[in-house]
């Protein structure tokens, strides 16, 4: 069932002229647009001979193989061979698999199977509204799907990885709410203590109650909320498409609030996402390259983890076709930030 959602392929912005080959969910695509400008995905290897189809090139609204010059439309059917004599009434029959492709919000979105969960890809949270300034991020990750969703949604890994850019230890005991939904699992965090770096200065101007939830949008998207007030929110999204079971693409968008300074704010917030993520970056690269030296790939989960048990266990149904079943009832965590 993991083929039947929605997956970024690439930024609109990555086709233009020319095919690109992409992989997702480690199939080999190619990406091409239409006559009309409109994205279409195709497998990327030629039913005559199995040449990449990516190194072609759009002709008339298809895609042309650069071997014999197989064309082939955006279903993925063969439209024009031409060493075929022009007086033979019919083509031979040849076709690859074409699979469907959607732009939206400045992405290209793919799902490979025959039976989207969703009609149409999610969208991302008050991009492009009135009030709210955003910015988009791009990470390879040399880890799996689950490791990524993981990390973003993971609170003790920030006192060290990003410690003072983003978190200080504060040693303080903090309660978790963690609760299952239709379509993931949330947790929300109670009386978290103010930070005292810059960035959290700068978000928390005022005294007032601050609202964190973590968020697990199943299959990979993760969402990480900060209310501090109506006008003071901070939203990072990021939705996770597995180019191999080892390596993941995050596209990130981080939209936020901050009144009439939030265009301002953004030359601050940005660079220093870029910094957070590319801590990330390090970190779950160097952890995947240590487990694959050792024979021992099993991990130890503990309650503080908060969010993992519900990935792997919308994951594991998802791989074997069911979704989960057994919501159960919401608990809390405690756990020292
Ligand atoms: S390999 Fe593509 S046309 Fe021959
Ligand atoms: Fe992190």
């Known amino acids: ?129 009135q009030g709210w300034t955003s910015f988009r991020m791009y990470n390879r990750f040399e880890a799996p799907v689950e490791s990524c969703l993981e990390n973003f949604l993971d609170c003790p890994h920030a006192t060290f990885v990003h410690r003072h850019w983003f978190r200080t230890p504060s040693h303080r005991e903090v309660r978790c709410s963690v609760r299952a939904l239709d379509d993931g699992a949330v947790a929300q965090y109670f009386d978290e203590p103010r930070e005292k770096s810059l960035v959290w200065s700068l978000l928390t101007p005022a005294r007032g109650d601050m609202q964190h939830t973590d968020r697990y949008i199943a299959p990979s998207t993760t969402r990480v909320d900060y209310r501090f007030a109506e006008d003071r929110r901070y939203i990072v999204t990021s939705f996770c498409t597995a180019v191999t079971d080892k390596l993941t693409d995050v596209y990130t968008v981080i939209t936020f609030r901050y009144g009439i300074w939030g265009p301002l704010m953004r030359l601050y917030f940005e660079p220093l996402s870029h910094r957070i993520i590319a801590q990330d970056v390090s970190t779950l690269q160097q952890q995947h390259a240590n487990l694959a030296k050792h024979e021992d790939q099993s991990f130890r989960i503990i309650e503080q983890d908060v969010l993992l048990p519900h990935i792997r266990r919308w994951r594991r149904s998802l791989e074997s076709g069911s979704l989960p079943t057994g919501k159960g009832e919401p608990y809390d965590v405690q756990i020292v930030i």
């Open 1 to 129: 069932m993991l083929t039947d959602y929605w997956y970024i392929a690439c930024p609109s912005a990555s086709v233009r002229r020319h095919p690109l080959a992409v992989q997702v969910l480690s199939r080999n695509l190619v990406l091409f647009r239409t006559e009309d400008g409109r994205p279409a995905a195709l497998e990327d290897r030629c039913a005559h001979r199995g040449m990449p189809l990516a190194g072609g090139r759009v002709n008339h609204g298809g895609l042309q193989c650069p071997y014999h010059g197989w064309c082939y439309d955006k279903s993925g059917k063969a439209v024009r061979m031409p060493a075929v004599p022009r007086h033979e009434s019919c083509l031979p029959d040849a076709s690859i698999a074409a699979f469907k492709c959607v732009e939206q919000d400045g992405y290209i979105w793919v799902c490979l199977g025959s039976n989207p969960v969703h009609e149409l890809p999610p969208a991302f949270p008050h991009l492009g509204e």
